[in-house]
């Protein structure tokens, strides 16, 4: 997929999802080959702009659309992350171990959250419906993850 290809799908899915014209965002690809996630945005949310960063160099997801359109959840997601961040900033001492427990299993919730309805909104509107699996390749398998465990036994 070209670059102009890719620009057609973002600018299809700002319209899409809502995005625009409530939030100015633009698009801008990622040439640094040290780089290592395939999308990412930066956000200023009291003017209501943001970038989506986009690795061409080497991305680990074969799907840029589905990449697309997850990063781009993640700003229709975006109030709700900065309410639920807040809260736990103001009910936890920073470091503790309440805030550290609080942050990861928020992260990824959120995670999984966007990630789901990235991949439902893909499945009904998208043209590559194909989802990636980059990210499994740098994983355990099944059997690994059981490797050095003592039985219960």
């Known amino acids: 997929m070209d670059r102009k290809d890719i ?16 939030w100015d965002i633009r ?3 990622i040439e ?11 956000i200023d949310c009291d003017d209501r702009k ?3 960063f986009l690795n061409v160099i080497n ?3 074969e799907n840029l659309e589905e990449v697309i359109v997850h990063e781009l959840m993640h700003i229709k997601m975006y109030p709700l ?3 639920t961040e807040s809260l736990i900033v103001n009910c936890f001492e920073e470091g503790s171990a309440a805030s550290n427990f609080a942050y990861r299993q928020f992260f990824t919730t959120l995670e999984q959250t966007v990630e789901e309805l990235a991949k439902c909104f893909l499945l009904e509107f998208g043209d590559n419906k194909e ?10 398998s ?12």
């Open 7 to 22: 620009t057609a799908l973002f600018e299809q899915y700002i319209k899409k999802l809502r995005i625009t014209p409530s």
């Open 27 to 29: 698009l801008e690809f």
């Open 32 to 42: 640094d080959p040290t780089w290592t996630k395939t999308g990412d945005f930066k």
């Open 50 to 52: 943001a970038i989506l």
């Open 59 to 61: 991305p680990t997801q």
């Open 81 to 83: 992350d900065q309410v």
């Open 131 to 140: 989802l990636s699996y980059g990210r499994c390749n740098k994983n355990k």
């Open 142 to 153: 099944f059997n690994e993850l059981y490797d050095g465990l003592n039985n219960i036994e």
